[in-house]
T-cell receptor, first 118, second 114 residues
């Protein structure tokens, strides 16, 4: 299994450009997440998807949109990139949906996308 | 609201000495607590978690953590550090009833010197 994969690995954008970050997992996990990592701030949740067909806002959703395309794929879109969105973006997944007994939310992370907005 | 604090930006320890990385949390209800490790240019890897039960949790690579409800702490420990333990460590929490909404600490850089 490849686990959680993310593309691209690196990206440089100009202010105002748009792009989509792709994430896919091959572990048949139900839930997926997008985080951004900034120095000294840890990981902050942007959006998450509890299951196929549902998405919810996290701590810092402004400026982003997401699509849960199918069970495997969860994409993050920046419609008009800003320098404040320069960050490292991580996708993660968890195997069990909410509410089930034994759901423990151990997250499996992708390798990250390093995004610079000029 | 939930929050996590890792009071030390960096911890320096000599190889073979005990390693402790501190974490305190604040949640309204029961906490689910996690430790993750990040090596350079890599994603986070799960180390261990506390959900319920024994306060001492054992995880990967010889790490363990102790849940202390009265002090709202979940410190990560290793009896004898290795140079290969040098990495960035994150504590995370979510409330038992707030599915999906994890709160991560800012991270603690661990440097183990030979």
């Amino acid at each position: 299994n490849a686990g959680v994969t993310q593309t691209p690995k690196f990206q440089v954008l100009k202010t105002g450009q748009s792009m989509t970050l792709q994430c896919a997992q091959d572990m048949n996990h139900n839930s997926m997440y997008w985080y951004r990592q900034d120095p000294g701030m840890g990981l902050r949740l942007i959006y998450y998807s509890a299951s196929e067909g549902t998405t919810d806002k996290g701590e810092v959703p402004n400026g982003y949109n997401v699509s849960r395309l199918n069970k495997r794929e969860f994409s993050l879109r920046l419609e008009s990139a800003a320098p404040s969105q320069t960050s490292v973006y991580f996708c993660a997944s968890t195997p069990t949906p909410p509410g089930l007994a034994g759901s423990t939310d151990t997250q499996y992370f992708g390798p990250g996308t390093r995004l610079t907005v000029l | 609201a939930q929050s996590v604090a890792q009071p030390e930006d960096q911890v320096n320890v000599a190889e073979g000495n005990p390693l402790t990385v501190k974490c305190t949390y604040s949640v309204s209800g029961n906490p689910y607590l996690f430790w993750y490790v990040q090596y350079p240019n890599r994603g986070l890897q799960f180390l261990l978690k506390y959900i319920t039960g024994d306060n001492l949790v054992k995880g990967s690579y010889g790490f363990e953590a102790e849940f202390n409800k009265s002090q709202t702490s979940f410190h990560l420990k290793k009896p004898s550090a290795l140079v290969s333990d040098s990495a960035l460590y994150f504590c995370a929490v979510r409330e038992a009833d707030s599915w999906g909404k994890f709160q991560f600490g800012a991270g603690t850089q661990v440097v183990v010197t030979p």
